[in-house]
């Protein structure tokens, strides 16, 4: 297994990554109870000093859902037959949600609706109102 370059100046060493391979319930035929082409990998996220703290907290929160009990990142692939496949998938998935993550989000800039607007939404408002109390005039002499 090789290094995962997530960018020029961020490498994941291989020496971090576990990986352990198991049989696929993805396609294969006759060959998926004989290959273990299933491939899971494991990053123990709270060891490593590679990523600053603020993007750790936010690949936590970014990969909640493939964290294990012990604060590893664990990604698994059973998509493709070969088994290289499937680990290069793993590698992506990984690489994937760095970059994500060392992307801050983007603070919300609070803003506020024109005149105009709140003038055509209060005009709406009342065109509204004025047809609804025009249904209850009439009634039906049945």
Same mark, same amino acid.
């Given at each position: 297994?090789?290094?995962?370059?997530?960018? *020029?100046?961020?490498?994941?060493? #291989?020496?971090?990554?576990?990986?352990?391979? +198991?049989?696929?319930?993805?396609? %294969?035929? &006759?060959?998926?109870?004989?290959?273990?082409?299933?491939?899971?990998?494991?990053? +123990?996220?709270?060891?490593?000093?590679?990523?600053?703290?603020?993007?750790?907290?936010?690949?936590?929160?970014? +990969?909640?859902?493939?964290?294990?009990?012990? %604060?590893?990142? /664990?990604?698994?692939?059973?998509?493709?037959?070969?088994?290289? &496949?499937?680990?290069? *998938?793993?590698?992506?998935?990984?690489? /994937?949600?760095?970059?994500? +993550?060392?992307?801050?989000?983007? #603070? @919300?800039? #609070?803003? @506020?609706?024109?005149?105009?607007?709140?003038? @055509? @939404?209060?005009?709406?408002?009342?065109?509204?109102?004025?047809?609804?109390?025009?249904?209850?005039? %009439? %009634?039906?002499?049945?």
């Amino acid at each position: 297994m090789r290094d995962i370059r997530v960018h *020029e100046n961020l490498v994941i060493p #291989a020496t971090e990554l576990e990986v352990s391979y +198991a049989r696929s319930s993805g396609p %294969g035929g &006759q060959n998926v109870n004989k290959v273990n082409s299933k491939v899971t990998m494991k990053w +123990a996220l709270h060891e490593t000093q590679l990523l600053p703290e603020s993007v750790a907290d936010r690949l936590r929160v970014l +990969a909640k859902s493939r964290l294990i009990e012990d %604060g590893s990142l /664990q990604v698994t692939s059973q998509v493709h037959r070969d088994q290289m &496949q499937n680990l290069r *998938e793993c590698m992506t998935k990984i690489q /994937q949600l760095v970059l994500q +993550a060392l992307n801050p989000p983007k #603070a @919300r800039k #609070a803003t @506020r609706p024109s005149a105009g607007s709140n003038r @055509r @939404r209060l005009e709406e408002k009342s065109k509204r109102s004025q047809t609804k109390s025009n249904r209850s005039t %009439g %009634g039906w002499d049945g």
